[in-house]
């Protein structure tokens, strides 16, 4: 498996900028990938944010295994995480994320009506890179207020947004690790865009992504292009058999095996294979 990392400079400078701005912050959103629910954690939230209350939202539930993503979100609940599954895409799920919000400081926002004081609530989201932040604040204020991008690390600075209902929101850019536990982590988020395609060798991440797919979605993968059974094929004869199917054939008769990848992934983005999720919850009990 390829050894995979990427930490720009722009990451450490968003570190810097949460913890400086934490203090005014009343409620963390943290975004997840409904493909990645544990993968796509950054385990370095936990000690920038600590105590402060926080909302988890399992963003593109569209493009997301619906099995799995129930028993994703039962484990969040077991281990006390108030959590939402979204979807930026068609906006399911999003006019909850404020009310939900502000259920986690009721008790405050109380106090203060008692004492006449009306405040804006003011939220911070996180997230790793191409998680669909950008995308989410659109939909929750109405219009297109933060640049966005399918690319990982398009959003950059600190932007601060009025919403609607009283709130306001402090955007983040996404941001990784700065060392990841295992290649497993970086593949997964690999998988789902979150690291720039444009350092991988995406041939070799094909061969895994194809071999995750045989083992889990085969069904999914053989209507999607027409193959027959794939069950005892390593990941680089899928690969080829799926580029002779779709016609990629250079000089020679050889498969475009990279032309190949580059489709597979954008396919498996948009879910045009299906919907399919990287890891299941009972493995992280």
């Not at 041939?203 to 085969?218: T, V």
Request: proline share 4%; aromatic share 8%; with cysteine.
């Amino acid at each position: 498996m390829q050894q995979l990392h990427w930490y720009p400079g722009h990451m450490a400078k968003t570190r810097r900028l949460i913890e400086e701005n934490l203090k005014m912050i009343d409620v963390v959103v943290e975004i997840l990938d409904a493909r990645i629910p544990f993968s796509g954690r950054n385990p370095n939230f936990d000690d920038i944010i600590k105590q402060k209350p926080r909302l988890m939202v399992l963003n593109k539930c569209d493009l997301a295994d619906e099995n799995t993503t129930a028993l994703w979100l039962k484990w969040y609940e077991k281990q006390g995480i108030r959590i939402l599954p979204v979807s930026c895409a068609t906006g399911m799920g999003v006019d909850k994320i404020a009310k939900e919000a502000k259920f986690l400081i009721q008790d405050r926002l109380d106090k203060d009506k008692e004492r006449g004081l009306k405040r804006t609530v003011k939220i911070m989201m996180v997230g790793i890179p191409n998680v669909g932040k950008s995308t989410l604040i659109n939909r929750l204020v109405g219009k297109a207020s933060t640049k966005t991008g399918d690319r990982p690390g398009v959003t950059r600075g600190k932007q601060w947004i009025r919403l609607r209902g009283g709130l306001e929101l402090l955007d983040t850019p996404g941001i990784l690790p700065t060392k990841f536990e295992d290649q497993s982590t970086a593949t997964k988020l690999a998988y789902t865009g979150a690291i720039k395609d444009e350092i991988i060798n995406i041939e070799l991440l094909a061969y895994s992504l194809l071999e995750y797919l045989r083992d889990n979605y085969a069904k999914e993968v053989c209507a999607r292009y027409k193959l027959e059974n794939i069950e005892n094929m390593e990941g680089h004869e899928i690969l080829e058999y799926i580029g002779k199917k779709r016609g990629f054939v250079i000089s020679g008769g050889e498969i475009d095996c990279e032309r190949t990848a580059h489709m597979l992934f954008d396919e498996l983005r948009s879910a045009k294979i299906g919907r399919i999720t990287f890891e299941k919850p009972y493995i992280h009990f």
